[in-house]
């Protein structure tokens, strides 16, 4: 709550103080400090200004400067701690108000690739998604920690080269920044490779929060053999810096210890620079400066005057689009095209550029000063690998081995453990069987949650290792290389290389890769990038071409799922080509990404990846598709029917799974399927799929599971060859339709959220489902023909 907020006759107690400079500092001398008593006298006729009592006499502030003062009633601390409620003793509220001014927001802000999610987790315990390529953070992660009496509240933003607003990560931190107001930025900076990430920390110098900048991957530096004078380097641009290896949590108490001496304003580090430019563009900046103060209360408060200049003078269409309803806007425009014009005839560059430029030869005069590099004799390994790796021959076919070796180890590496769990469901679903009468709970249990479960779970070794690989690549450095030597073929479709990694990541899941493509500036390629995700097979369709793959192509399963997903590659491409020439215009955007170092990923990080991703397979497995499984059950199991005592027990099972209400959608659906090769059976478990892929599975294994009951079967792969309902070529079809056709639930949430509608998600499912439909029926003939 805000001290605006507070009515007439009631009272609070001051958490923070909020804004810069000149109207703080005012503030602070009147007394409103935190744990400070105010108490709201009176409102003026036009509910502004406010008249407030604090340490014993009264003062007026305006209602927008109230708006910066955080306060704390005593009904809202009853509301949060449920122990006041019942005994609001005066001790214990003293307790709880020191509790609260005892609590610290803090952002963590860095280039992308900077390593701030792993100073994140080593903080707070979290498990936010790490690794060694640009753009895996891209929303806000959040959490706490206590610390000798505080609690530390964390943000982790999105990685941003600087607070400009041409991509959404820039505009999406700058807003938080300005918006949340944290009490302290932690600016994360890469200690091998200052004079980049630097850039960002002048912005943030720029923008004047508390700040204190964690040199992560210290150690790289040192084994480098450079040396930097930490110490001097902070007293130079006025912000304490703390050494940190994250990953092996190494400087985190000293990096908590800055923070909170710079939360209390005791660290006598922190002094607030001004980064003084050219001659010719310092006068500007300074005059415009100077004609905005004189109308400071037309100005937001969450933005320093000389920012809102800088930002003028640069054309920043944010930043003026806020300062474009203060009345003396026009004149401040006015001022800013003359000098905007001035630099441009003085020193022949526009002002942005002339300001980049003044930035980083700031920041290369302080290193000159603090960081002394040792000439290295042999070359850096980094440099020996990207030979080969990003050889102008070898790149490409590197990189098609490498997805070969990763698919072909999932299906057979995989096939041992998964072999192993499909006997213990059947052992499973048989001792149960066995233990309890005929009937329906009988058959809920074993064919429809045993069979229906179990149809899915035996695939989670195949997911764990296709999660293996991703995490491997990621964290190595490679993901990066990958879509640097992929540039010049997504560049035919009409993308470029940044489009890569949120395609590769759709092979784990396409809602976190939908998500990923935030990262993309070009408004155009993001949408492309966006719609032809779900063709990238993810670890939910898995199953399916595991199931029939193993089933009927035992003798070449690996290069089955291969092809499957370089041909799902193909359509993406072919898709995105199609979409630009007709939907889009050509994009001009440059490919401009990072390059990290390579990293040997830690055993602890890859089996936290691989857990987190297969812990999501697991909770799934546990609530949508038990769910589904006894939905699909009841279906097929209702209504009862009367059937001849003269049929056999396979026969009355399938007479009565036909004649089910799920029989009945089937034959509904089945003349759409039938030209596929495809019966009753295979067409609802592609309409339950619409949930969650791995339902496909499910539901052939609940159907067969049923119609099996008097056979001797144990396993889906061999209900499906004893059934002698699909030929090899419907089972081909049947895995290209699967993964062609509409994405599940959560992907076309995904889609419409990122691509700013329903209509583009509408698009996608029926584009999708009418490629995936042609495309399964022209494999199907060509295939009975082979």
Wanted: hydrophobic share 45%.
């Amino acid at each position: 709550m805000f001290l605006s907020e507070l009515k007439s006759g009631e009272s609070a107690v001051i958490i923070k103080v909020m804004g810069h400079g000149g109207f703080r500092r005012r503030i602070l001398e009147m007394g409103f400090v935190r744990g400070q008593q105010v108490e709201a006298v009176l409102n003026a006729p036009l509910r502004d200004p406010i008249k407030y009592r604090i340490m014993g006499y009264e003062v007026s502030l305006r209602r927008s400067e109230a708006a910066m003062v955080e306060i704390l009633t005593p009904y809202e601390l009853r509301q949060q701690r449920s122990d006041l409620s019942t005994s609001p003793n005066e001790e214990r509220m003293e307790e709880a108000i020191n509790a609260r001014i005892r609590e610290i927001n803090v952002a963590l802000v860095g280039n992308p690739n900077s390593g701030k999610s792993s100073i994140f987790n080593a903080l707070t315990g979290g498990h936010a998604h790490v690794g060694n390529y640009s753009g895996v953070t891209v929303d806000a992660q959040r959490g706490s920690l206590k610390y000798k009496g505080y609690t530390i509240n964390i943000t982790d933003l999105p990685g941003t080269y600087a607070l400009s607003a041409y991509t959404p990560e820039e505009l999406y931190v700058r807003e938080h920044l300005v918006r949340a107001l944290p009490d302290v930025v932690i600016n994360a900076v890469v200690a091998s490779n200052l004079e980049r990430n630097l850039y960002l920390t002048t912005e943030l110098i720029d923008l004047n929060p508390k700040m204190v900048v964690a040199l992560n991957m210290y150690d790289e530096l040192e084994q480098s053999g450079a040396r930097l004078d930490y110490e001097q380097l902070g007293r130079m641009i006025g912000v304490p810096m703390v050494p940190v290896v994250a990953r092996e949590g190494k400087g985190l108490e000293q990096l908590l210890d800055e923070v909170i001496l710079t939360f209390e304003n005791e660290n006598p580090k922190v002094r607030h620079i001004h980064i003084n430019y050219s001659s010719t563009l310092e006068a500007e900046v300074r005059g415009l400066s100077a004609v905005m103060k004189r109308h400071l209360d037309e100005l937001p408060k969450y933005f320093p005057p000389r920012y809102c200049a800088l930002k003028m003078l640069e054309g920043d269409k944010s930043v003026i689009g806020i300062l474009s309803a203060a009345p003396h806007f026009e004149e401040w425009q006015r001022y800013a095209a003359r000098g905007a014009a001035r630099v441009r005839e003085e020193l022949d560059e526009d002002v942005e550029s002339a300001i980049t430029s003044e930035k980083y030869g700031f920041i290369e005069g302080a290193l000159a000063e603090t960081l002394h590099i040792e000439k290295q004799a042999h070359e850096a390994p980094t440099s020996m690998i990207d030979r080969i790796v990003t050889h102008k021959w070898l790149g490409i076919p590197l990189f098609l081995v490498l997805m070969f070796v990763m698919f072909w180890t999932t299906f057979t590496l995989g096939a041992y453990p998964q072999e192993w769990i499909e006997l213990g469901f059947g052992w499973l679903g048989d001792a149960v069987g066995a233990m309890m009468s005929e009937g329906a709970l009988k058959d809920l249990i074993v064919d429809g949650i045993i069979g229906g479960v179990g149809s899915v779970a035996v695939f989670l070794p195949n997911i764990l290792i296709l999660y293996l690989f991703i995490s491997l690549m990621e964290d190595s450095g490679y993901m990066a290389r990958a879509a640097f030597i992929m540039d010049k073929v997504m560049h035919i479709a009409g993308l470029h290389g940044k489009s890569f990694i949120p395609l590769v990541m759709g092979f784990g899941c396409n809602v976190p890769a939908i998500m990923a493509t935030r990262t993309i500036e070009s408004r155009s390629s993001r949408l492309i990038t966006i719609l032809i995700n779900p063709f990238m097979s993810c670890s939910a369709r898995l199953p399916v071409f595991i199931l029939l793959a193993g089933t009927f192509f035992p003798e070449c399963a690996g290069v089955v799922l291969f092809g499957l997903y370089l041909f799902g590659c193909l359509m993406a491409f072919v898709t995105a080509r199609v979409l630009r020439r007709f939907f889009f215009g050509e994009d001009e955007t440059p490919f401009v990404m990072e390059l990290p170092p390579y990293r040997v990923p830690t055993l602890k990080a890859t089996l936290r990846h691989m857990w987190e991703r297969s812990e999501q397979y697991l909770k799934k497995i546990g609530g949508l598709i038990l769910v589904s499984a006894v939905i699909i059950w009841f279906l097929s199991y209702y209504p009862r029917v009367d059937v001849s005592p003269q049929m056999s027990g396979v026969q009355q099972e399938q007479m009565q799974s036909e004649n089910s209400y799920l029989g009945r959608i089937g034959k509904f659906c089945e003349p759409v399927m039938e030209p596929l090769g495809l019966d009753w059976r295979a067409s609802v478990a592609m309409l339950s799929g619409a949930a969650a892929k791995e339902i496909v599975v499910s539901t052939l294994g609940v159907l067969y599971s049923v119609e099996d009951a008097h056979e001797n079967s144990t396993t889906l792969s061999e209900q499906l060859i004893a059934s002698h309902n699909y030929s090899r070529a419907a089972a081909l079809a049947m895995m290209i339709f699967v993964m062609l056709y509409f994405p599940c639930v959560a992907t076309i949430a995904a889609i419409a959220q990122e691509a700013g509608g329903w209509r583009w998600a509408a698009f996608s499912v029926v584009y999708n489902t009418l490629i995936a439909w042609l495309v399964a029926w022209v494999v199907y003939n060509v295939a009975m023909m082979v």
